[in-house]
């Protein structure tokens, strides 16, 4: 019973916080929640990095209702995240966690997101909540048009920051810290922190506590690695028998561009499989459609780009499969991260071409090991890489070859190596 308290006696959470706690039975903090809720809690600035699946939405939720006060009627926090669809997520855990708050004293969270009726959500604004939710440039927009006042709100929280800055929503962040109290406490969370982004950070934040969570394994160690050579195969003919082969319970296939996606997704259908797609270009009422189907088991297999990648929580997840190895290496292990959860096995999948065999060697080195497989006739087999062939290939590169004559005279092929060995001598002069 006393591990069972050590959220309670380690941070002195408010009773309905550490019921919620207990009810979804999280006995101890995770390694970043450990580390950065006592700062949170001391108004502290942050930036946790980590990767998807180290408990960091809790780590910046709980602190944050601990610290509201439902008697004052104004906004005092706002999240901001990428997408709709994890917004949404933060959402659902935050109300998790006031299930058992005093209903005459509680705290009251809306989301304000793309996809939905403005005027409806300016007019549910009236009530003022405590804590906003949403993606960045519909916050700025409500915000903009007076249709609610973030400027007695303290406490910031910038979710994904290095997908908000690829996807060119920091300018929106900006307008929304801008008009936030003076005494801001930003906390910022993302899996990596690229040079461009220290200007923003530079902007806003004190002397803020970094904390960097490596993880033990680039990926869980319950996850299975195959690379799947393509060779002269057709790339979606060939997804399509990798996910007919694993009959998986939810695989997800992940593209590099929405193009790809709507190509894959139309070929399973053809072929006969249960297949939903998502990416950003659908629009926001058959996104979340697309999620509640997945959410529900309702489809064998989705087809996404990295939208999906990154935060998103869908559980049940048995299989990965990239169609592409994503150009930057760290979505390898988001996207994988998908699959081999809370103790669960899984298996992610690289369909790869010769050209990327430097790409799956730095993934090794990343702490990747993949097996090498190939379907053949139905049933997986082991190959051998084929860098060793790329090695030999590299080799004879270096040693050019002097053309044979057509017509081999007496005593040629020792005269033959004598020529190729003076030659090879010559060039490495």
């Known amino acids: ?37 006592p700062s949170i809690l001391k108004g502290q600035d942050v930036i946790g990095q980590s990767q998807t699946g180290s408990g960091k939405t809790f780590a910046f ?93 303290t406490m910031l929280v910038v979710d994904e920051a290095d997908q908000m800055l690829d996807m060119g929503f920091i300018e929106d962040v900006d307008q929304v810290a801008s008009r936030m109290a003076h005494e801001l406490q930003m906390m910022v969370f993302s899996a990596t922190v690229p040079s461009n982004l220290e200007p923003f950070l530079k902007k806003y934040m004190n002397n803020p506590k970094h904390v960097h969570v490596q993880p033990e394994d680039a990926t869980p160690i319950e996850i299975e690695h195959y690379a799947i050579p393509i060779r002269n195969k057709d790339r979606i003919q060939l ?64 087809v996404a780009t990295d939208l999906a990648a990154r935060g998103i929580d869908v559980k049940g997840v048995s299989h990965v499969i990239h169609y592409q190895i994503p150009t930057d290496l760290d979505y390898y292990i988001h996207r994988s991260g998908r699959t081999g959860r809370a103790g669960m096995t899984g298996i992610a999948a690289v369909l790869y071409e010769r050209e990327d065999l430097d790409k799956l060697e730095r993934l090794k080195k990343k702490g990747i090991s993949f097996e090498h497989r190939e379907l053949k006739n139905g049933e997986w087999t082991e190959v051998k890489l084929q860098k060793a062939r790329i090695k ?3 080799k004879e590169k270096d040693s050019v070859s002097i053309p044979k004559p057509k017509k081999v005279k007496p005593g040629y092929k020792k005269k033959y190596q004598e020529q190729q060995k003076r030659f090879n001598r010559h060039k490495r002069k």
């Not at 009810?23 to 450990?34: G, L, N």
């Not at 944050?64 to 999240?79: F, S, Y």
């Not at 990416?279 to 058959?286: A, F, K, V, Y």
Request: charged fraction near 30%; aromatic fraction near 6%.
């Open 392 to 394: 030999r290939t590299t």
């Open 239 to 302: 997804t399509i028998e990798v996910a007919k082969s694993f009959n998986p319970y939810l695989a997800i296939i992940f593209t590099n561009t929405k193009k790809d996606a709507d190509e894959v997704a139309d070929a399973l259908e053809s072929a006969g499989l249960n297949v939903d797609r998502l990416h950003g270009d659908l629009p926001p009422r058959t996104r979340k459609h697309v999620m509640k189907r997945v959410n529900n088991a309702e489809c064998q297999y989705l």
């Open 61 to 153: 939720l709980l602190p944050i209702l601990q610290r509201i006060d439902p008697t004052q009627k104004k906004v005092q926090a706002v999240i901001t995240a990428p997408t709709r669809e994890l917004a949404r997520q933060v959402y659902d855990e935050a109300m998790k966690l006031l299930e058992f708050q005093d209903k005459e004293q509680s705290i009251q969270v809306k989301t304000v997101v793309g996809g939905t009726d403005r005027k409806r959500m300016v007019d549910q604004l009236k009530h003022v909540p405590h804590l906003i939710i949403g993606t960045p440039g519909r916050i700025k927009d409500v915000v903009v048009e007076e249709g609610i006042s973030i400027f007695h709100a």
């Open 1 to 37: 019973m006393m591990e069972n308290n050590i959220f309670e006696q380690r941070f002195n959470l408010k009773p309905f916080l550490f019921q919620s706690i207990r009810e979804q039975r999280f006995e101890r903090p995770t390694d970043i929640q450990e580390r950065l809720i």
